[in-house]
């Protein structure tokens, strides 16, 4: 019996990148780091768990504008109903560019449908999104970061959760045993 995570369905980035892959890019990879990010004015401080944890971001230095990165997450059950995901993002950094949200069905190769976006500079503080989607087929949800005018547009996402029920408030998510509502991505 594969073991999950202690709690499945949710990625802090601590550990690992929970299985969150990448289409291979000779530049503008999605990188796991701690701390800052190395150009200034743009990126996070820290991470939003706790600040000296890890994040995911792409280094806008190494890619081109208009240059498109994937992060996309391992296969999620098939629900009936809605399901929430929610996670945080930074977009800080006057050259920003757009982050995308797509949800991509099993069958369906190059048929994605865009569940969210923002484009350019959003905040200076991580900022939570919360979406509310339905498949009824195995699926995955693609993160696509596109780099924006110049080196300021660092992008990054930390604790994504998956939740196999309509969006609540995450508050109450967190203190109600909520293990057995998330959508346990299969390690």
């Known amino acids: 019996d594969r073991l999950l995570p202690p ?3 949710k990625c802090t980035f601590e550990k690992d990148d ?14 796991r780091i701690r701390g800052a990010t190395p150009t200034s004015y743009t990126g996070p401080r820290g991470d939003h768990t706790s600040g000296v944890g ?11 504008f208009g240059q498109k990165s994937h992060l996309i997450s ?12 929610t996670f ?21 190769r190059h048929k994605e449908s865009l569940l969210w976006t923002r484009r350019g500079e959003q905040s200076i503080s ?17 993160f696509e970061a596109i780099r924006g005018i110049s080196i300021r547009s660092d992008i990054a996402l930390d604790d994504i959760t998956f939740q196999n029920k309509p969006c609540g408030d995450l508050e109450e998510l967190q203190s109600s045993g909520y293990l057995e509502d998330l959508n346990e991505i299969d390690f």
């Open 7 to 9: 709690t499945p369905g």
């Open 18 to 31: 929970c299985g969150f892959q990448q289409e291979w890019q000779r530049r503008g990879i999605w990188h």
């Open 54 to 64: 890890y994040y995911m971001y792409i280094e806008a230095t190494n890619m081109v």
């Open 74 to 85: 391992k296969s999620l059950r098939a629900i009936y109903g809605k399901q929430c995901l």
């Open 88 to 108: 945080y993002y930074h977009m800080y950094g006057a050259g920003t560019g757009i982050l995308n949200v797509y949800l991509r069905e099993e069958g369906r």
């Open 126 to 142: 991580w900022l939570r999104a919360q979406i509310e989607y339905k498949s009824e087929r195995q699926h995955q949800i693609v």
